[in-house]
């Protein structure tokens, strides 16, 4: 009954006994007043995008029920909205959302009730659940406003939203865009300088720039950015995102010890002899090159981000001499690109004429390869291109931190790959120069083809043949994981 009273209510056709009679169900009975709100705001929400709205901006051959509000409509819902006054005012002191956990946040606390203020988060990530039951993750540094418990101003920073059926119609509004949820688990990007990003990772959003006449209905797998007025589709940045289920790990993780556990193992490192550099990038002043601060494996730590073509990190390591031995690691959280390869570490050139320097690379099949200038494979070798891949696939389908190890040992003739701490393969090689280092970089190496796009945390450069245990328990002291 409430719902057919509701659906003539928005299409203008209630009669003024059953406008009486709604008003009765919506002052008695909370489950009403909920279904009320929900058709209510996804009402409002659609509407104004509702003429012509499709992908490409052509008519839409999907329409609502919509229709003109009569006179008569208004008058009622004036009244009701006199009646209903009361229940709104109160519904209006109710949280917007509540924190459910604050990781390497000092600004908020758990349990924190959030309304209409501004708040502000310079470090760490915020998981929150709104009035409706959406969940949010929000990573710093952010700052952001609740409008309502379904409507969010995000001025600056970084949000995952995993919205139920209750919370259809939230929308996340930016500073050059807005994106309208309609059931679905997306995340939405705001830089501190540029334009928002939408990306959708399962359900349909749909997206509208800030001044822009067209809509776009957006599914899974889709993302854009808003640009000048328009939506220019980019790739999905699969990894960029923190997801609710994701947060509760991480938090997991901090409230174990794992952080004061992975400090204590890289101290270590730093005494080892052979280190050739080890980067923790919890400070930037020394760093140099094109890249975006942001939130480390840690929450409330920092590694440096890729996104663009041109993104990169400058290195300057091992000086002008060979290394016989050499072992690499490091923890990423890469997106999956269709890109042919991303540059983890490259040095500078790849010169016939200086054989043995090193690219450390991802393929486009996401298998992990180090080749090196002037190296060739043995005869029992059976490599795709000509250069040691790993076996397995390094990177998850979507998101997460996983620690990827290389070592190269040109005595021995063998590269040997590890997943998360775990032996993967091995390769014989036939000619095995000594390792070259120098200038590098980390990121884009001033090609399209090496472009890398998601982040990098503690890069480790060893100048000696780490072993399966030694790489075991670099992994396991330093994930961020329980």
Known sequence: MSTKLIDAYLD??????????????????????????????????????????????????????WRARSPR??????????????????NSQHAFATVEKAAGVVEMADGSALRDESHEIK???VALVTARGARIVIEAPAEFR????????????????DVPPAAKGFTVITPTGDAIDLGTRFGVDVPSSGSAEVHVFQGEVIAKASGAKAKQSL??????????????????????FIQADEMSELTAGLAAGRRAQSDAALEKWKSDSALIALLDFETDDALTGIFRRVQGRWPGSHAPEFVNVGDHLKLDVGGDRDWPQLS??????????????????????????NPGQVHWMINRDTTMRLALIGNTLSRDANERDGHPDSRTSVLPEQGRWVHLATVYDSRAKTVRFYLNGQFDKQTLLHVAHPARLGPSQ??????????LS?????????GRAMTDDEIYALHAAGNPYR
Do not use: C
């Not at 609740?146 to 939203?161: D, I, N, T, V």
């Not at 980390?442 to 472009?451: C, E, L, S, T, Y």
């Not at 998601?454 to 450069?461: A, I, N, P």
């Open 146 to 161: 609740f409008e309502s418990a379904q409507r969010l101003h995000m001025k600056r920073g970084r949000l995952a939203a």
């Open 73 to 90: 409509w208004i008058a009622a819902a004036a009244s009701g909205a006199l009646l209903l006054s009361g229940w709104w005012w109160q």
């Open 454 to 462: 998601g982040r990098v945390d503690e890069l480790l450069l060893l």
């Open 12 to 65: 203008g056709s209630l009669t003024a006994p059953e406008m009486q009679q709604l008003n009765a169900l919506l002052l008695s009975d909370a489950e009403v007043r909920r279904e009320f709100a929900e058709i209510l705001n996804m009402d409002s929400a659609l509407a104004a995008m509702a003429a012509g709205w499709t992908k490409d901006g052509a008519p839409a051959a999907r329409q609502t029920h």
């Open 442 to 451: 980390i990121g884009n190496w001033n090609q399209q083809d090496r472009k």
């Open 328 to 353: 690499l690691a490091a923890w990423v959280r890469l997106d999956r690109l269709g890109a042919p390869y991303q540059s983890l570490f490259h040095t500078d050139g790849w010169d016939s004429s």
């Open 219 to 240: 599914r899974t797998g889709d993302a854009i950015t808003f640009d000048q007025g328009a939506s220019t589709s980019r790739e999905l940045r699969s990894s960029a």
């Open 123 to 125: 470090a760490g990530s």
